[in-house]
């Protein structure tokens, strides 16, 4: 039974044994008992710093990511290709560290904006109340009880020279990648938005925001200064936890055909071509795939940690 | 009641008529329109050709007119027709429609009665190795690609061990068509699971600490009496509202599901739809998936008042 837990914090606080310590100190103790989240931000490290030296290693095995062989497809693993070729005889490792890259960037740049606005939204609304409220709040309510990943295909499949963007953004090579973090940014942002509405609601009736407000203080310092550093920890548990969905998202898009477009490497585009060939060469299916999984998994453990150490009131488990 | 209920019905209507522009005005955003394909596909047609036609078909009036047309058509029974299956388009969705019921039905049973015991046992005896076991899977559930995991039983059932079909719909045969579902309602299963697990136990553990819990162990009651009767009633409520919540996520699966079995549902019929340029089919078959939602949404809200009588709605 963890009836107890939220009489921790004041154990911890040194009442009880030990030298006083800092509130800092409390919540990284706690983060480092949650061994899983430890884990998981070891492995993210790792799969970030790889796949930041995708063009070091590039250099290191003199191969080149994007090179088509049509005479080298499906080499087994070898001193030069490590996990060997794909279909069109490119390097699978380098493939899949440049993949990385793409997704890991997608997930965080999406969860980030998703963050932001879902902020702004729901400081917004939690603090001017009335009608802005109610209209954030049932677009939000909209926005979340609808089926999501056929809209985000519509979305996605929608033509940007047709929307009248200029030829050169629309024709761009990055373009693909750009959107697909705007669109999942577009449709991200309710939870967030609704976690720092309520605790911006019960934050305003707080006495020290009412001080503030006697001494004179503006809306906008009080929302920025008073109001939005208590209602952090919410917002980097949910945009921790967000950034899992985000790259399984991404990569449904991209396995699609809808998301990130090849030649660019992305975990999911390049399960697209796999599916085909699982009756000749099933381990090009399973490389990408096992990378989103545990990439996911790891944000996953890391939030749950973060929720627990942050969150008194959270349930520990 | 009535009154609520009819009020929640007005504004489900609203969101369905907003959305139903919304995806109208969309769908002409997408790359080709119907006249471009007839071009591609007969290189005698002159563009003056082309211009008559799309004065025919109405597509040279600015979008609003298109749409009112399109809605006043709509609501005569006129959906239009699919251009890749020339047929009308009530006639392509309905089947598709039952499919999906069958395949959404039996994955989410199956993930219910999976995860409703996990969950709870998980709950009662938190940090335990049991507990620890149940929560890696429902954090692998909710981790895991689901087309992903759709290529690995692929994988294992079809191509390794060769004792299930890796797609498709079977014969009309009962025996054909159940082994053709085992592998789909396998993996919507699977990625469905993992949620409910986690609602389930924080819901326990939640109504394990409340104070009613302590009067009813104080009172004397059993283990068994306490949890069944206190813990449980009050942890479901919370549990039957997400689940009908998350009746979006669930299509969504479907949806990819669908496509990678090669199972003729609603999900692929609207991927296959809006791939292929079939903007009927597209537009309904989105707008019936929207309905769905919204009307799963006033279910779940309605029997969140039914459970906690609580909370009442005038």
Same mark, same amino acid.
């Given at each position: 039974?963890?009836?107890?837990?939220?009489?921790?914090?004041?154990?911890?606080?040194?009442?009880?044994?030990?030298?006083?310590?800092?509130?800092?100190?409390?919540?990284?103790?706690?983060?480092?008992?949650?061994?899983?989240?430890?884990?998981?931000?070891?492995?993210?490290?790792?799969?970030?710093?790889?796949?930041?030296?995708? !063009?070091?290693?590039?250099?290191?095995?003199?191969?080149?990511?994007?090179?088509?062989?049509?005479?080298?497809?499906?080499?087994?693993?070898?001193?030069?290709?490590?996990?060997?070729?794909?279909?069109?005889?490119?390097?699978?490792?380098?493939?899949?560290?440049?993949?990385?890259?793409?997704?890991?960037?997608?997930?965080?740049?999406?969860?980030?904006?998703?963050?932001?606005?879902?902020?702004?939204?729901?400081?917004?609304?939690?603090?001017?109340?009335?009608?802005?409220?109610?209209?954030?709040?049932?677009?939000?309510?909209?926005?979340?009880?609808? !089926?999501?990943?056929?809209?985000?295909?519509?979305?996605?499949?929608?033509?940007?020279?047709?929307?009248?963007?200029?030829?050169?953004?629309?024709?761009?090579?990055?373009?693909?990648?750009?959107?697909?973090?705007?669109?999942?940014?577009?449709?991200?942002?309710?939870?967030?938005?609704?976690?720092?509405?309520?605790?911006?609601?019960?934050?305003?009736?707080?006495?020290?925001?009412?001080?503030?407000?006697?001494?004179?203080?503006?809306?906008?310092?009080?929302?920025?200064?008073?109001?939005?550093?208590?209602?952090?920890?919410?917002?980097?548990?949910?945009?921790?936890?967000?950034?899992?969905?985000?790259?399984?998202?991404?990569?449904?898009?991209?396995?699609?055909?809808?998301?990130?477009? !090849?030649?660019?490497?992305?975990?999911?585009?390049?399960?697209?071509?796999?599916?085909?060939?699982?009756?000749?060469?099933?381990?090009?299916?399973?490389?990408?795939?096992?990378?989103?999984?545990?990439?996911?998994?790891?944000?996953?453990?890391?939030?749950?940690?973060?929720?627990?150490?942050?969150?008194?009131?959270?349930?520990?488990? | 009641?009535?009154?609520?209920?009819?009020?929640?019905?007005?504004?489900?209507?609203?969101?369905?008529?907003?959305?139903?522009?919304?995806?109208?005005?969309?769908?002409?955003?997408?790359?080709?329109?119907?006249?471009?394909?007839?071009?591609?596909?007969? #290189?005698?047609?002159?563009?003056?050709?082309?211009?008559?036609?799309?004065?025919?078909?109405?597509?040279?009036?600015?979008?609003?007119?298109?749409?009112?047309?399109?809605?006043?058509?709509?609501?005569?029974?006129?959906?239009?027709?699919?251009?890749?299956?020339?047929?009308?388009?009530?006639?392509?969705?309905?089947?598709?429609?039952?499919?999906?019921?069958?395949?959404?039905?039996?994955?989410?049973?199956?993930?219910?009665?999976?995860?409703?015991?996990?969950?709870?046992?998980?709950?009662?005896?938190?940090?335990?190795?049991?507990?620890?076991?149940?929560?890696?899977?429902?954090?692998?559930?909710?981790?895991?690609?689901?087309?992903?995991?759709?290529?690995?039983?692929?994988?294992?059932?079809?191509?390794?061990?060769?004792?299930?079909?890796?797609?498709?719909?079977?014969?009309?045969?009962?025996?054909?068509?159940?082994?053709?579902?085992?592998?789909?309602?396998?993996?919507?299963?699977?990625?469905?699971?993992?949620?409910?697990?986690?609602?389930?136990?924080?819901?326990?553990?939640?109504?394990?600490?409340?104070?009613?819990?302590?009067?009813?162990?104080?009172?004397?009651?059993?283990?068994?009496?306490?949890?069944?009767?206190?813990?449980?009633?009050?942890?479901?409520? #919370?549990?039957?509202?997400?689940?009908?919540?998350?009746?979006?996520?669930?299509?969504?699966?479907?949806?990819?599901?669908?496509?990678?079995?090669?199972?003729?549902?609603?999900?692929?019929?609207?991927?296959?739809?809006?791939?292929?340029?079939?903007?009927?089919?597209?537009?309904?078959?989105?707008?019936?998936?929207?309905?769905?939602?919204?009307?799963?949404?006033?279910?779940?809200?309605?029997?969140?008042?039914?459970?906690?009588?609580?909370?009442?709605?005038?």
């Amino acid at each position: 039974m963890s009836g107890s837990e939220p009489y921790q914090l004041a154990a911890d606080a040194g009442q009880a044994a030990g030298p006083p310590r800092s509130i800092r100190a409390i919540l990284w103790r706690r983060f480092l008992q949650h061994h899983l989240a430890l884990g998981s931000l070891v492995v993210l490290g790792v799969l970030v710093s790889v796949s930041l030296a995708a !063009p070091l290693v590039e250099w290191a095995l003199g191969l080149d990511a994007n090179k088509v062989n049509l005479l080298g497809r499906f080499l087994a693993p070898s001193a030069s290709h490590w996990l060997g070729t794909d279909e069109l005889g490119r390097d699978l490792l380098l493939r899949l560290l440049y993949g990385g890259r793409v997704s890991l960037l997608v997930g965080i740049a999406a969860a980030l904006c998703a963050a932001l606005i879902g902020t702004l939204l729901g400081l917004l609304a939690g603090y001017h109340g009335g009608w802005l409220d109610a209209f954030v709040m049932r677009f939000a309510d909209g926005i979340i009880a609808l !089926p999501l990943l056929p809209l985000l295909i519509v979305l996605a499949a929608v033509d940007l020279n047709k929307l009248g963007l200029p030829e050169t953004l629309a024709g761009s090579e990055n373009i693909s990648l750009y959107r697909i973090v705007l669109l999942i940014a577009l449709v991200g942002w309710t939870t967030v938005a609704r976690l720092v509405r309520g605790a911006t609601l019960s934050m305003r009736t707080r006495e020290f925001v009412r001080a503030a407000e006697g001494l004179g203080a503006g809306h906008l310092r009080i929302m920025l200064v008073h109001i939005l550093p208590n209602v952090v920890s919410p917002i980097i548990v949910a945009t921790t936890l967000s950034v899992g969905n985000i790259i399984l998202l991404e990569s449904v898009l991209s396995f699609l055909g809808l998301g990130i477009q !090849p030649p660019t490497a992305s975990w999911g585009n390049m399960l697209t071509g796999a599916q085909e060939l699982i009756w000749s060469a099933p381990a090009l299916a399973v490389w990408p795939g096992l990378l989103i999984f545990v990439t996911v998994i790891a944000f996953n453990f890391l939030g749950d940690g973060l929720q627990d150490a942050l969150d008194p009131k959270a349930v520990q488990g | 009641m009535l009154r609520y209920i009819t009020q929640r019905l007005i504004e489900s209507a609203i969101v369905l008529l907003i959305m139903s522009f919304l995806i109208y005005g969309l769908i002409g955003l997408m790359p080709g329109d119907p006249i471009d394909l007839m071009i591609t596909a007969d #290189p005698k047609l002159t563009p003056e050709d082309a211009a008559r036609l799309k004065a025919l078909y109405g597509l040279d009036r600015p979008i609003a007119e298109r749409y009112l047309n399109w809605l006043s058509a709509a609501f005569t029974g006129d959906l239009g027709y699919s251009r890749i299956h020339a047929r009308p388009v009530l006639e392509v969705l309905r089947p598709a429609l039952g499919n999906t019921v069958l395949l959404m039905g039996l994955s989410f049973a199956l993930a219910l009665a999976i995860a409703l015991p996990a969950g709870v046992i998980a709950a009662l005896k938190p940090q335990s190795a049991l507990d620890n076991t149940i929560n890696m899977v429902a954090f692998a559930g909710i981790s895991v690609p689901p087309f992903w995991l759709a290529i690995l039983l692929i994988i294992l059932f079809a191509v390794v061990l060769g004792w299930l079909p890796a797609g498709g719909m079977g014969d009309a045969g009962w025996w054909s068509r159940a082994s053709h579902l085992v592998l789909p309602v396998a993996a919507l299963t699977l990625v469905t699971v993992g949620g409910i697990i986690r609602f389930v136990r924080a819901a326990t553990i939640e109504a394990l600490r409340q104070d009613y819990v302590r009067t009813a162990r104080a009172k004397g009651l059993s283990r068994r009496q306490v949890i069944v009767g206190h813990v449980l009633r009050n942890a479901m409520i #919370p549990v039957v509202t997400i689940l009908a919540l998350n009746f979006g996520a669930l299509f969504s699966g479907a949806l990819i599901t669908e496509t990678m079995f090669g199972w003729l549902g609603m999900g692929k019929a609207i991927y296959d739809a809006i791939m292929g340029n079939d903007f009927n089919l597209a537009l309904i078959g989105l707008l019936l998936a929207t309905l769905t939602t919204l009307l799963a949404n006033l279910l779940a809200d309605l029997t969140y008042a039914w459970l906690d009588p609580r909370i009442s709605y005038r």
